[in-house]
């Protein structure tokens, strides 16, 4: 099942003289948890790959390989303009686009309508699949971006897909001239979007209640980063001798510092071997699935025409329900019309097509009635034969 891309959500405005942003932010690095697909993790190295994937025109349009913006992530109706190239920030950790805006895009976000933009897109953990080309996958793909008024989060959260439940305050007992009504609606989206030094006491105390919803900068900007112990000095002790450094255990993820130090070169390497890996993983998958419908098919337990279909189903299949499948079909009845090879074919299982069987039984019937000295048609002698195999006539039935 392809996987939908996430949304993710950037403020935009228009200047002073009522342009429109010339440049936009659509992803930063990070790791995000997310409500239904766990934790992942945007690096530089995905960042660069998500504008190597753009210049390829990946999950675009051929012909006109830009990326759409559109209103609400209503990407079947009219564009509020395209994004011809991605490209990488200075620092590496932020992807960027040029906005071509149309005219009407312009004077909407000038006149305010529209405040944020939300890109669309498959990161490495949960990549894009080719919609012509099933089980063909790749990793960190913008495939859109949408204006929109939905303000999920003040900063670059990839994977924040509802807004948090309002929780009802009860005004101070000061009161403030902002919060002095007692029962009104607060939620972490609306707090964290102001400055540290506007937070009403109540908005203090709520961020204090939501700290682990927090990003570390946010909890840092509002004071509500733990300071570390102080370690106590303890005298200096002799050096040792340096023990041997423990090689990394197979499948241990690498951390993004750990891996600056590597070329390009060697970062497009590294690509393509993890690409040319999962092509042959996915090619073996495809295989064994094939040559397990193909002994099916010998044994009459499914129609050649069904193979394609198995192979499918079977691809799609994991674990138990896997095997589940597979001791099923195993166990399917084998179909009488399947005959023993010949010597010298290697035993191979020979299905007879039924309309073959059919005519060959009828010849048989016709020469032992002029054997007979009787006259019989080929209409009565095939009757006779369908009569006779209730088997034969069904496989005839699901032939023609």
């Known amino acids: 099942m392809a996987i939908k891309a996430f949304h993710n959500l950037v403020k935009i405005s228009a200047d002073a003289q009522g342009n429109a942003p010339t440049t936009i932010e659509l992803l930063r690095t990070g790791t995000w948890k997310t409500p239904w697909h766990g934790e992942f993790e945007i690096t530089p190295e995905d960042i660069a790959q998500f504008v190597v994937n753009a210049d390829k025109g990946i999950g675009l349009v051929e012909a006109d390989p830009k990326i759409p913006l559109n209103y609400g992530h209503t990407s079947w109706e009219k564009a509020a303009g395209w994004i011809p190239k991605l490209y990488a920030s200075e620092d590496g950790n932020a992807l960027l686009g040029d906005p071509e805006w149309t005219p009407a895009a312009i004077q909407a976000i000038k006149d305010g309508e529209w405040k944020y933009i939300s890109p669309e897109f498959n990161p490495r953990d949960y990549p894009w699949e080719d919609p012509e080309q099933e089980y063909s996958f790749v990793s960190n793909?913008?495939?859109?971006?949408?204006?929109?008024n939905i303000p999920l989060f003040k900063k670059l959260k990839p994977i924040t897909a509802s807004r948090l439940p309002n929780k009802r305050v009860e005004a101070s007992a000061a009161g403030d001239s902002e919060k002095s009504k007692e029962g009104e609606h607060m939620t972490l989206e609306e707090i964290r979007a102001k400055q540290a030094a506007d937070l009403t006491e109540d908005e203090k105390s709520f961020l204090e209640e939501h700290k682990a919803e927090l990003t570390a900068e946010e909890l840092t900007t509002f004071g509500l980063a733990e300071e570390a112990p102080e370690t106590p000095e303890t005298p200096e002790e002799p050096e040792t001798p340096e023990e041997p450094e423990?090689?990394?255990?197979?499948?241990?993820?690498?951390?993004?510092?750990?891996?600056?130090?590597?070329?390009?070169?060697?970062?497009?390497?590294l690509r393509a071997d993890a690409a040319a890996g999962r092509e042959a993983q996915q090619k073996l998958a495809q295989n064994e699935a094939s040559e397990f419908a193909s002994d099916r098919i010998k044994a009459g337990q499914i129609k050649s025409s069904q193979k394609d279909q198995v192979v499918k189903i079977l691809l799609a299949s994991r674990g138990d329900d896997r095997k589940t499948l597979e001791t099923f079909l195993k166990e399917l009845p084998e179909n009488k019309?399947?005959?023993?090879?010949?010597?010298?074919?290697?035993?191979?299982?020979?299905?007879?097509?039924?309309?073959?069987?059919?005519?060959?039984?009828?010849r048989k019937v016709l020469a032992d009635a002029r054997s007979a000295g009787k006259s019989k048609s080929y209409a009565e002698a095939r009757q006779e034969v369908l009569d006779a195999d209730e088997t034969l006539k069904e496989q005839l039935k699901e032939e023609q």
């Open 246 to 269: 423990t090689p990394e255990t197979p499948g241990t993820p690498v951390e993004a510092s750990a891996i600056k130090g590597i070329t390009d070169e060697e970062l497009a390497q």
């Open 337 to 362: 019309l399947v005959t023993g090879g010949e010597i010298g074919d290697g035993g191979a299982a020979i299905v007879a097509d039924a309309a073959q069987v059919v005519d060959e039984r009828v």
């Open 141 to 148: 793909v913008l495939t859109g971006a949408a204006l929109t």
